[in-house]
């Protein structure tokens, strides 16, 4: 394969049947479209999820089909950056990412630095968390997302080449080896995610209309508390400028305190009545004080039941996709906005990464149906923090292990949750 030929032809390994019923990939002929990549990306992923199986499992067949992508996406490489004269100003343009996904990419100009690149890295995996829901999961913006990836990647490979003067004949073979690693999408979680655009906005419509009434008039609620709390603080301030210049006022007096007897007794009076007052204005000003903080307390509680609503949502959209299977509950949110992967009390563990030896069977209920998804009895506490499930069940507020002979008491509560958000 040579380097700037247009009419090169990548031929694909040879699939079993089990592959060939999800996409048959036929050679390509320069530089490959859309969905000659889409269809490489997804024939991996199905070969990632069989080599879980016991038996299933060919490293070979992996291996040739992350280099056959690997030479798919340096073709496309080629024909959109290779022949730049300047590759400093060059510019890579991030795919446009859906709002559920928490990371915004940017233009990168020039080489990209290696915060760039991590961030691209976090927003595959982040978006990888929604491949057992089909809705949120685009592969055409999936593979936009690796080929973004591997443009970056190889830019700052390219540079390092020129920095040591790197022999500018380097064959193919050894170019794999060097980005094979680079350039292998991240593994994907659920085999069969397959687009299924429509019915995630369907159920946003469908509970929209129910809380906007409500969800507006909190928001009113929250804005009139917060003007009434800065008028407080206002009048407080006020209150307390006015107290320090009757303080400022009494220290005068003090000071000339030491004339004739007479005068001293006037002003000693004087001063008197003038602390007096200080006292009444201090006590207003903490009157005043403790009532601003009212509405404060009354604008977070208000906050909270919005989060609230909004953790609602994301689950009545992921229990309104038809054909759930236990792989969802990898999608639920808990009330900071996390999934089980992303979280530090989980150890970024999800369901799925307790298929091989559990110990612990949960019974969840998921479309009116009873099923079980495995658990290692270990991480029973660290589900239930992450939920924000029961603290009489813990030791103390920040232990992450059941307390003895709570087991099964923690174990129904962990279903019964999981049975409300998909049930």
Known sequence: MTSHSTDQVLLPPELPSYL?????????????NNDQLIGILSIIRVAQKAAEIPGMGDPVLISRLSEHLFDAQMARYRTAYLATTFPENTTYTPPTLPAHVPVQLELVAGIPSEAEIIRVQDAIRLYHQFSNAPSMFDPHANMELAQHLFDLQMARHMRRARQTHAPQETSSTNLTRTLEQAAEPIEERDASATNNPGTGAGVVETVQPALDERFC??????????????ELTERANLLIERSNMIAERSNQLVEKSSQPVVQSNEHTDRFNQLFERLNQHMERSTQLAEQSSKPVEKLGEVLVNINRVLVKIQHA?????????TKALDC????????????????????????RDPDCLLSVVIDGVHQETPIYSRYLGAFLRFYGLSDALFKDASSLVVRPGYEDTAQSRLEGYLSSCLG
């Open 317 to 325: 959209i992921i229990r309104n996709h038809r054909g759930n299977t």
């Open 217 to 230: 008039d909190a928001i009113e609620r929250s804005n009139r508390l917060a003007e009434q709390a800065n």
């Open 332 to 355: 639920l949110v808990n009330e900071k906005g996390e999934t089980p992967a992303m979280s530090r009390e989980t150890g970024t563990m999800t369901f799925v990464d307790f298929l």
């Open 20 to 32: 060939k019923s999800v996409k048959e990939l036929k050679p390509i002929v320069g530089a490959p």
